[in-house]
């Protein structure tokens, strides 16, 4: 598998777990390629060329109405991602390296979004918590930003950090 250049980012912290390699993600149960429309999902990717990366991330196309301006989003939380995969508590001291392709220009910003909405600490580069760099572990020149991967990288960090 060849990917042309790749960001490497790091939690450390609570909340924290050993991963290595490229992340790919699922939703719904549904393989790669183009989602029934039925089930209103669309690829987050676009197909990348033979022999390289490609996310398996889908995106919901219709919107969900809360029915509260406060209501916490539908789906699976922190705890029951924590529960599902019987995680311990805590994490304090462990990184974590996310390795994905591109660059996802909003990852800290999303990252702080996700906590804040579900009452988990603050992961920040200010705390330490937080780092983004490339492949050769420094902050720049960071890999070209894509929406696509941009999306795959958030749900990487978001379900990390949980």
Known sequence: MRIARRGLIALTGAGA??????????????????APAQNHLARLCSTAKAGFASCLALRQTNPIKASTADAAPS????????????????????TVAIIDAQDDPN?????????????????????????????NGQTSPLPD?????????????????A
């Open 17 to 34: 777990l050993a991963v290595a390699g490229l992340s790919v993600a699922v939703v719904s149960g549904q393989a790669a390629g183009a």
């Open 75 to 94: 789906g699976l939380g922190p705890a029951d991602l924590q529960s599902a995969y019987k995680l311990p508590s805590g994490g304090d001291g462990h």
């Open 107 to 135: 990852a800290a910003s999303d990252l702080a979004t996700y906590r804040s909405t579900y009452g988990l600490p603050e992961c920040s580069s200010d705390n330490g918590c937080f780092k983004k760099v490339n492949e």
């Open 145 to 161: 930003p894509d929406a696509g991967w941009a999306g795959e990288i958030s749900l990487d960090l978001d379900m990390v950090s």
